[in-house]
């Protein structure tokens, strides 16, 4: 039992709130550092401390999700919420700080509003683990820095609560101070972000230097077509259907609603030697076998690219065990009909008449690329900066 | 803001409970002005790499056309050559080159003109044709359908007609350019390609140029079962797909 002299739940909220700045702090460097359009490394460990790696697809992921900041449309990349958490850290920390200090002369408002407000944090992480959940499909890791942050903080405010037990002559506040402290703490948890987005520098003149299609039209066979329900836009797409950055784009354009504003022409572009003779070895093993299950989808094309990106891993790794293995999967899934189509020569050529427009346009080997008219949109615009570029380049399709 | 800027009790504040709202005061600003001036930093710092990149992006590789080993300078001054003599090149009006425009633009002896093409064994084939015929037989539709179909990443095909030695010089060469446009129709009836003459060079030698010797017998052909000579070598037309970019 907590005595009202004990200094265990400040102590347990101060931890929470220096940790929670810390993983915070990760995670805002991040995002600041990817405002120079370029691509880095990020923190991804539940070590504060630990340096950024290239191996932190969850974080990567996390962080180019729609859910990791706000007002995307008005500004690239948006103002990320971990700002919020800055702010809020900062002034639970300093909260904590007092009451450790303080302790049973702390008075029981403050002790009380300390409880309240403590959980704020724990309220917003159990949100974002929501929908890490069930939105992204994976957790990151210094986001359950902050989700575990989080729980040490609220716990450190409930556990307060029992030192009020017994009249030890606590000082009594007026009721105007916790409402002034409410006041500060909204308006310190603004702060940060208010710097940020005054110091974002301007996109909009990057936008249109990625390059433009040579040759709009494809003389020999055509693109494949998936027209969104609510199509509004035509678009062009270079995608390979076991690239993982394919499939997270995808999921993005889905998850920001923007798919089924497209009209999408559908040209495929597999990093896999076996067909595409751009590469010396395979990227992506398998993936010319994907291509031509999609290019024999007919007018299933659309299904058949969605099942290559979620049953991405299991085909990858079928691929890699050999093309007989990636057929079996094909025939298992979509039939004997489909798997003749995959076999037939007529769809190697139509294969190699899409990376031949590929080559005739000397786009970059890369996927995914996505081009509105001729123009291409950058890459670093169709992760953090999409809603943005999109606002900018094609505002119809986020209506 | 101080947090414990309290009501003393009527009993009086309890002594440090000031300077604990004080130091928690001044922790919440110490810990704002950090974070503050971090993010501040970092944002300034992205935005200066981004007006000023101080390293090149990594250069990625563009797509083109595929290139192969055999690609030599030599081998592609000629091929060059022939593609703006022979109607390839953009807005040319004319198809194909006559054994006097290979001689001239190809500038280049026959067993040269020949070498250049010996990397292309595995690669092209050989259509073998009747004496004096330009027909295709079902075998050499075949071998053409197969070679047309492996193009990979090859821009240009080509078709190099060639007519025996028996016979005077013009018939030969007038039978050795039937024979490039036989193979020129079939290849448009199968390949459904509006673009194909931008594709595929016509070259037509008659007996004149470049005349292949026996060793070109070991070469894919169209007809493996029929005896093969100098003679019969001749009454032919050499496709395949060239790896090269221009």
New interface residues.
Partial sequence: MLGPNSRLPATLALIGSILG?LFA?YS??DY???????LHDVHCSFIPGAPPTSEAEACRAAMYSPYSALFREAMWGGVPIS?FA??A???L???A???L???????GK?VVFFAAVSVTPLLVSLLMLTLSLTKLGHLCKTCVGIYISSFLLASGGFMGLFTLRGDV??????LL?PI??LF?LGV?TL??AG??AA???D?RP?LTKCGELKQPKM??GSPLKIHGTRAVRQVLFFEDPLCPTCRAFHDRLLGEGVFERLDVDLVL?PLDNE?N??LDSALHPGACIVSKAVLCGGDRVRQVLEWSYEEQVYLTRAGKAGANVLRAAIKQRWGDELLRCVDD?KT??LL?QH??Y??D??????TPQMYLGTRRVCDEDTDLGLRFALSQLAPEVLK | MNPASAQPTPGGAPAGSGLAGWIGASGVVVLLLSVTVGVRLWVSSAADRLEHPATEKPKVAIADQAEVSYCTPRFKEVLERVLHSCGLAQDETRRGCKPADVKTFASISDADFNELFTPLKDRGAVILFDEGMQDLDEGAKKLLEDKWYQRKGARYFFVVARASKSGNQSKNRALSHRRANSVMYHLTSIANDPEIEKKVGLLWLGNEFAQLSKEYCGWPSSRTNEKCDEEAINRSAFVSWVDCRL
């Avoid at chain 1, 200090?101 to 008075?107: G, I, K």
């Avoid at chain 1, 346009?361 to 890369?366: A, D, E, L, Q």
Wanted: some cysteine; hydrophobic content about 45%.
């Fill in positions: 700045l702090s805002t460097m600041a550092e990817h405002l120079d359009r370029g700002l800055l702010g850290f900062a002034f920390g300093g909260f700080l007092y009451l200090l303080a302790n049973d002369r702390a008075s403050a002559g606590r000082p009594r506040h007026g101070f002034a402290w500060a310190i702060i940060p710097v940020y110091s974002v520098p996109h990057y003389t020999a572009f067909c003779w751009m020569r190697d050529v190699n990376l031949h590929a080559s346009n000397g786009i970059p080997v890369s």
